[in-house]
Nanobody, 117 residues
Framework: QVQLVESGGGLVQAGGSLRLSCAASGAVSSINFMGWYRQAPGKQRELVAF???????TYADPVKGRFTISRENTWKTVYLQMNSLKPEDTGVYYCKAIPYFTRVEYWGQGTQVTVSS
């Protein structure tokens, strides 16, 4: 199993920056995919960015050019650097991991990001 713990959220003014961290433990060597998702109250959870074991990164259109996902080679920590934040970025941000050879998804408990106008 994989355990995930997010941190780094908080309250920031529009135009500011935050860096989120996802600390992974357990069977980290089995991870093939890690991604960041976010969810606002009353809305469905949506993909923000993801990174594969090969280092390929993908971003949702609203965050391209502003957010950057990165990881340590050991998968111990995955980061989401968020710049030029907008009120529309407000939500609970979750980290997700998917191991090789399975369709099991592991989720953290989330960290709140609030961007004031």
């Amino acid at each position: 199993q994989v355990q995930l713990v997010e941190s780094g959220g908080g309250l920031v003014q529009a135009g500011g920056s935050l860096r989120l961290s996802c600390a992974a433990s357990g069977a980290v060597s089995s991870i093939n995919f890690m991604g960041w998702y976010r969810q606002a109250p009353g809305k469905q959870r949506e993909l923000v960015a993801f990174i594969t074991s090969g280092g390929t990164t993908t971003y949702a259109d609203p965050v391209k050019g502003r957010f950057t996902i990165s990881r340590e080679n050991t998968w111990k920590t995955v980061y989401l650097q968020m710049n030029s934040l907008k009120p529309e970025d407000t939500g609970v941000y979750y980290c997700k991991a998917i191991p090789y050879f399975t369709r099991v998804e592991y989720w953290g408990q989330g960290t709140q990001v609030t961007v004031s106008s």
